[in-house]
């Protein structure tokens, strides 16, 4: 499978099987797409109208020294054999350290961070079973994630530190190493928290959506007021604290604001180097939803930032936007592109009362719960459909360029729209797809140099 596109100037041509990304002129570009569909003669036939014929003959020729290089119409090595693991080991749990928040986000999934539910702060005694069945079925894997989450986190903060510090007495025991992270809204941000988040957690995670009057639209406190005054000078001292590395700003832009690149912008100017704006995900009646007709602006939108972190890459100005990150030479391990983030499988959430969901996003819906932390995994049927969800389960993926960047996308969106894990979110397919574009792009443009 091959797709290819055109974008900031360049022509673009990715391999989807082997990865492989080809910058081509124009004229290797129309070969490429006559390619699989005309004999040679009839692409020289084709067009020579727009080029001599020599420039065409050396066109067709690279084109099939690529081709026998194997990184040019490659076939799929992985359909047929996908692997499944036998043995679950799960390797990162998302506590909910928080059932509650002192923010009212419009668009919060977790309906105010009590997930449709009651408000409830995880016990120390909760967190530790959680700790220890993670280790219990983390088998040989040494390198352990945990993230804590809400709700609001540091409403519990004092169980976070305590369950890190007994994680680190397991760490020796068992012969493990967590990685701890944390996501707040940063509204009890202070000194206290911000030492021991630069000292025990691996990553921060700090919740803002852009531009002043964006943040305060979507994420208020109870009484209306806005908290983009009150987090932005924390987050601009964390970051700095942690040397403008490991941590993320992330935002959600919505209908509201669909000129969101410069949301990003405006964080980049604020000095953070570390930025996530991603599109919320609602249903079709919500004011703020993402609609298909949005699509074209956003589109442009995409194109508008990556041409901008070209440009002030030029300049030395850089910043790291999350969807655009991407690796062409490594990347995750065959299983990892396949399959994905690994919910109910190698990645689990844990609610405040211990309860096993297959990730945050399903956690009250009691269709999903797996089990508990004292008992395990006791669902074992819904573990197995977690276990046989990937690219090669969904239909909509099987001649999509950007299954291998995406993993067959969010397991949750799909339900939530389809019903079906196995199917996938179509607005976010799109989305997905226009970002894995621009991220090549960035690539071509650094390899160039160019603007």
Not at 129 to 143: C, E, H
Not at 206 to 212: A, E, P, T
Not at 234 to 246: G, I, P, Y
Not at 415 to 427: C, K, L, M, V, W
Request: charged share 25%.
């Amino acid at each position: 499978m091959v797709h290819q596109y055109k974008n900031n100037g360049y022509n673009i041509v990715l391999d989807v099987n082997s990865g492989a990304v080809h910058v081509v002129d124009d004229a290797a570009y129309d070969v490429i797409a006559l390619w699989e569909s005309h004999t040679k003669d009839e692409i020289i036939e084709k067009l020579q109208s727009d080029y001599d014929t020599e420039q065409i003959k050396e066109a067709i020729e690279e084109t099939a020294s690529l081709e026998m290089d194997g990184i040019l119409f490659t076939k799929d090595a992985y359909e047929g054999i996908v692997p499944k693991r036998q043995q679950t080991v799960v390797k990162a749990l998302c506590l909910h350290i928080a059932h509650d928040c002192n923010l009212k986000c419009r668009y919060c999934f977790a309906d105010e961070g009590e997930y449709h539910g009651r408000k409830a702060l995880m016990s120390y005694e909760t967190g530790k079973a959680a700790l220890d069945f993670l280790i219990a079925n983390s088998a040989n894997r040494r390198n352990l994630e945990v993230d804590f989450f809400g709700g609001e986190p540091t409403l519990n903060f004092q169980v976070v530190k305590d369950l890190v510090a007994y994680g680190r007495q397991q760490e020796k025991r068992f012969d493990k190493k967590f990685r701890f992270t944390l996501t707040t809204n940063g509204v009890l941000l202070n000194d206290e928290i911000m030492e021991f988040a630069n000292r025990e957690m691996a990553n921060v995670v700090l919740s803002i959506d852009g531009r002043k009057e964006v943040n305060d639209k979507m994420r208020p406190f109870a009484n209306g007021s806005g908290s983009y005054d009150l987090i932005v000078p924390k987050f601009q001292k964390l970051a700095e604290s942690r040397n403008q590395r490991d941590y993320y700003v992330r935002g959600t832009f919505t209908h509201h604001n669909l000129d969101f690149s410069e949301d990003v912008l405006h964080l980049a100017d604020l000095g953070f180097k570390q930025i996530s704006i991603e599109p919320v995900v609602a249903q079709p009646e919500d004011d703020y939803a993402i609609r298909e007709e949005d699509l074209p602006q956003l589109f442009e939108e995409y194109d508008k930032l990556a041409k901008e972190m070209v440009k002030r890459h030029k300049y030395g100005d850089d910043f790291n936007f999350f969807h655009f990150m991407i690796d062409l030479e490594g990347g995750p391990c065959v299983f990892k592109r396949l399959s994905g983030c690994g919910s109910g499988t190698e990645y689990l959430a844990v609610t405040p009362w211990g309860d096993l969901y297959p990730c945050h996003q399903f956690v009250g819906n009691e269709k999903f719960c797996m089990g508990n932390v004292t008992e395990g995994v006791t669902n074992t049927c819904l573990q197995e459909e977690f276990k046989g969800c990937n690219v090669y389960s969904k239909e909509k993926c099987q001649n999509c360029f950007a299954k291998f960047y995406c993993s067959g996308g969010c397991a949750a969106n799909s339900y939530n729209f389809h019903g079906d894990i196995h199917n996938a979110y179509d607005i976010g397919c799109a989305l997905q797809k226009k970002r894995v574009e621009c991220a090549i792009m960035i690539k071509a443009a650094e390899a160039f140099g160019t603007e």
